[in-house]
């Protein structure tokens, strides 16, 4: 996701033993097989629906106050970045742990709740460029996933590493290492679309994981910043996701089901990075009821942080820009039990 302060936004082992070139010249039909259905992610309870805050900037909220006012028990916490070689930090400069980042996880454990831990977003060093090889990029996620014990990790690749195939590629081996390595976890790996799916970065993404045996999750797009739509929002994001879906289905050979519960959203609440675009809680209702009627794996967005009305000065990080009661965006989202 991209946003004024231009951070996010818009909105891994034996794959490296092998050799990715070789994964990618096997026969289209051979993945399938390699492959198998992934747990759903709301097999967690409350995963499925875990908001973006972001701790760094854009008077975060306390994600305590957030749980008792709208019953979310999960969050997505954005985002850890390269400190400029292979090593993850909060923003690229916080350690991971004994700072108030990790004093806001433990706050969100003692009351019940958990996290996903966000990779990537718009700015700063990204570890997929940073590290220099898929075994080294799986070393810095297991950073992450040791440092918090983590059930669920979200890659949201965009801006430089999006755009460059062998960082892709790079990503697609390194999280096939971490499911190798870290049974049972949840990943999800987040992207820009257009209004009708993901664009050919995003289809080779997908392609390549599905090349390389990555039983990813949840492949999850962000609708919006698309530079020109049809319709309302929410329906410019069924129409996403409904491309997301085929790409999805025609990578893996799944059945539509089990590529519906392989998809994800993450939206972003009001007004958006675009000049009149914006994205309403009528909106959040429509995706609502596709992802209930789908039983999609993942429906998110950016942000908490934003989930107000602004006032006099507010920062548009901070605020929805939209008339609203604080958190109608929340609510509707947690109401998504996969």
Not at 122 to 135: D, R, T
Not at 306 to 311: I, S, T, V
């Amino acid at each position: 996701m991209r946003t004024t302060m231009g951070v996010r936004l818009a909105a891994p082992l034996l794959a490296a033993a092998l050799g990715s070139a070789a994964l990618l010249l096997a026969p289209a039909g051979s993945a399938t097989a390699a492959v198998p259905a992934a747990p759903a992610a709301a097999a967690v309870p409350g995963m499925a629906a875990a908001p973006y805050e972001y701790l760094g900037w854009g008077d975060p909220q306390k994600p305590t106050d957030v749980m008792k006012a709208t019953g979310v028990k999960w969050f997505t916490l954005a985002f850890v970045l390269s400190d400029g070689g292979c090593n993850p930090k909060w923003d690229g400069s916080r350690a991971l742990t004994g700072g108030s980042d990790e004093a806001a996880v433990k706050s969100i454990r003692a009351a019940g709740g958990d996290i996903v831990i966000s990779v990537g977003g718009w700015s700063g060093n990204k570890l997929g460029e940073k590290c220099s090889s898929a075994s080294a990029l799986a070393g810095a996620y297991q950073k992450v996933i040791d440092a918090y014990r983590l059930k669920a990790l979200d890659i949201d690749i965009e801006n430089t590493e999006f755009g460059n195939a062998t960082v892709r590629q790079r990503v697609v081996d390194a999280l096939k290492i971490v499911k190798t390595r870290n049974p049972g976890i949840v990943t999800y790996v987040t992207l820009g679309t257009t209004p009708t799916g993901p664009d050919a970065n995003g289809k080779d993404l997908i392609k390549r994981g599905a090349a390389a045996g990555l039983a990813n999750d949840g492949w999850v797009v962000m609708p919006f910043d698309f530079g020109g739509h049809s319709g309302t929002m929410g329906q410019a994001t069924v129409s996403a996701l409904d491309g997301l879906k085929a790409a999805v289905k025609s990578a893996y050979g799944y059945t539509d089901d089990v590529a519906y519960r392989h998809i994800g959203v993450s939206s972003m609440n009001g007004k958006t990075d675009e000049a009149g675009e914006t994205v309403t809680t009528g909106d959040f209702r429509t995706i609502l009821g596709y992802a209930q009627q789908h039983h999609l794996a993942r429906f998110s967005f950016w942000s908490v942080n934003r989930d107000r009305a602004c006032g006099s000065g507010t920062d548009a990080d901070a605020c929805s820009g939209v008339a609203q009661a604080p958190y109608d965006f929340t609510r509707i989202v947690v109401q998504y039990q996969g």
